[in-house]
């Protein structure tokens, strides 16, 4: 997975609590990304980040935030759960935005 | 609207067998499109990436195709394995930061 980890792999919360995704590369590249993924919609941009401390919207970016304090990690984060967040989650990392981008193996999470 | 459509939504066939995986897509303007190939519990790995000038490439048994006046790709596998047996995506990128994902197609190769 191209020196890409995703943390926690798996996560069962409650709706209401905060929940924060760490993705780490090793790759030392400039752009990530945070997507998820469900059935029926395919892959869909959360939001991403262009360098420390640069980040951008998505396409479905509400009720999530993110911060890059140093190039190799990058945290999502679920303010306050809901069911609707119940998804799989994947990190991603390219050199450009116009470069082939590599995805972390993703994190499964279930808000219950 | 920018999209990018998908078709089989399903697919099953026989190991050895050859088979096509479509991708039409109505993003303008046009920068590259990429195949990628997604296991089942893991994350999408890339196999192609075309531009707007390439009609083919090639990846081992993966040979993708570039419409790009009537914007459709296509990807051939040849010879299909077992472990070919996975979720094959369409990703559009216009020019901009913008990524139009396709919904994928699932690819069963059966003994």
């Known amino acids: 997975d191209a020196g890409i980890t995703q943390s926690p792999r798996h996560k069962v919360t409650e709706t209401g609590t905060p929940v924060t995704l760490r993705c780490h590369q090793t790759e030392n590249h400039r752009y990530m990304y945070w997507y998820r993924q469900d059935p029926g919609h395919g892959l869909r941009l959360i939001h991403y980040s262009y360098g420390v401390k640069d980040t951008d919207k998505g396409e479905v970016s509400d009720g999530y935030s993110v911060s890059r304090s140093k190039t190799e990690d990058f945290l999502l984060t679920l303010e306050s759960a809901t069911s609707s967040q119940t998804s799989v989650y994947f990190c991603?990392?390219?050199?450009?935005?116009?470069?082939?981008?590599?995805f972390g193996p993703g994190t499964r999470l279930l808000v219950l | 609207k920018n999209q990018v459509e998908q078709s089989p939504q399903s697919l099953i066939i026989l190991e050895g067998k050859n088979c096509t995986l479509q991708c039409n897509y109505t993003v303008s303007p046009f920068s590259n499109l990429r195949w990628y190939k997604q296991d089942t519990g893991r994350g999408p790995v890339s196999l192609t990436i075309m531009t707007f000038s390439e009609n083919t490439k090639s990846n081992g048994r993966y040979t993708a195709t570039l419409d790009a006046d009537t914007k459709q790709s296509s990807l051939h596998i040849t010879a299909s394995q077992l472990s070919d047996s996975a979720s094959y995506i369409c990703?559009?990128?216009?020019?901009?930061?913008?990524?139009?994902f396709g919904t994928g197609t699932s690819l069963t190769v059966i003994p």
């Open positions: 990703v559009v990128r216009a020019t901009g930061n913008q990524f139009y």
């Open positions: 991603a990392i390219s050199e450009s935005f116009q470069e082939t981008q590599y």
